[in-house]
């Protein structure tokens, strides 16, 4: 069994969830990392299949074509080791022998870092919900009348 602080009450959850779309050939697959609270590994297990299970759904998308969401399970549990705050260290990883170009190649500038990357759609079948494609056009719509 893994090193768990006692004082550890926070867990990171990986859970897989495949996303169906009808009519379409290929899967979607999410892979989201969940911020578990819990007071043990089994509590923590526990709580992420539940909120795995909660991501279950079915919807149409603007196409009218019906997208299921089931949660396949978990890919990981991993401890945080440290109190949550500014600078703590949630997730690591150890890579041995690497290159100077495979150096290179893990840093990433600015411009390419997710968090500012621009949202783009999926390339794979539109899994987007209608309803949530309404609700925001109606949201920028209303904004826009407001300016």
């Not at 190649?105 to 919900?129: M, Q």
């Amino acid at each position: 069994m893994a090193y768990i602080p006692k004082d550890a009450g926070w867990y990171i959850a990986q859970i897989v969830l495949e996303i169906t779309v009808g009519g379409e050939a290929q899967n979607i697959i999410h892979i989201n990392y969940l911020l578990v609270r819990a007071d043990s590994p089994e509590q923590a297990y526990d709580r992420a299949l539940q909120m795995g299970a909660q991501h279950e759904t079915t919807y149409d998308n603007e196409e009218a074509k019906p997208v299921k969401i089931v949660f396949c399970g978990l890919r990981n549990l991993t401890v945080v080791y440290e109190k949550l705050e500014d600078g703590a260290e949630l997730l690591y990883e150890e890579k041995l022998g690497v290159s100077a170009d495979t150096l290179t190649a893990l840093v990433r500038p600015k411009e390419r870092l997710a968090v500012f990357s621009p949202i783009e759609r999926s390339p794979g079948p539109n899994y987007a919900s209608a309803q949530v494609e309404r609700e925001a056009r109606d949201l920028i719509e209303r904004a826009a009348r407001c300016t």
